[in-house]
């Protein structure tokens, strides 16, 4: 089973660039890593999926070094309405066309005027 | 619009009367799975489903039955519910079946049980 591991919460002020790092040691070769937003009294919703290296969306990045064993999300320049939890999450094949998906506890972001 | 649909949004219950809570989704997905969102422990999973008649356990599947008999639904069943159920409950869809598909949730809204 694959473990994640992230920071509970961060201040950001608006307009900074806010980076959220994922731990995932235990990564196996195929595994894939997501990371999503939730804000209150909603589901969670996709922000951006990478494998290795660098991704880029219009709402975030995702950096993932070499030996992917974490996994950064970027915001830039966050305002209010990123205030939010993040999650990532791991995906691993467990055989016989079958996914398990791993998500971390959470970081709660709030951005501060 | 594509979206997850859950019923019922609210629920308290007694001890013991079996519940069950829907999910269908209208994106033609083949992958569905339920997870359980409690203070501090964050997102686990309970079940999933890859497609039709092919169901599996997720992390925390004591207490929960699922059943996968169309590729639109996926009910969460609670035959003899308990208090330590109480909980937010979200279902999910995607849409397979490479690791790539399999990943990319889309989430209802929701489902709060209470069980007194």
């Known amino acids: 089973l694959a473990k994640t591991t992230q920071p509970i919460s961060m201040d950001s002020y608006e307009g900074q660039e806010v980076n959220i790092t994922c731990s995932h040691n235990?990564?196996?070769?195929?595994?894939?890593i997501t990371w999503y937003q939730q804000f209150p009294s909603q589901g969670p919703r996709f922000i951006i999926q990478?494998?290795?290296t660098k991704v880029t969306n219009e709402v975030a990045s995702l950096f993932i070094p070499a030996d992917r064993k974490s996994s950064t999300l970027s915001l830039p320049r966050v305002s209010l309405s990123d205030t939010a939890v993040y999650y990532c999450l791991v995906a691993r094949y467990s055989g016989a066309g079958s996914y398990q998906l791993t998500f971390g506890k959470g970081t709660k972001l709030s951005v501060i005027p | 619009e594509a979206q997850v649909t859950q019923n019922p949004r609210y629920l308290i219950t007694v001890t013991g009367k079996k519940l069950t809570v829907t999910c269908s989704q209208n994106?033609?997905?083949?992958?569905m799975s339920w997870y359980r969102q409690d203070p501090g422990l964050g997102l686990r999973q309970i079940y999933y489903?890859?497609?039709?008649?092919?169901?599996d356990k997720g992390d925390v599947p004591e207490g929960y039955k699922v059943s996968r008999k169309e590729k639109r639904n996926f009910p969460l069943i609670l035959e003899s519910p308990s208090p330590n159920q109480t909980s937010l409950y979200f279902c999910a869809s995607s849409l397979g079946p490479s690791i790539s598909g399999a990943n990319v949730l889309t989430f209802g809204a929701g489902s709060r049980l209470t069980v007194l």
């Open positions: 489903s890859m497609n039709v008649e092919v169901t």
């Open positions: 990478g494998y290795k």
């Open positions: 994106m033609n997905h083949e992958y």
């Open positions: 235990n990564i196996a070769t195929n595994d894939y």
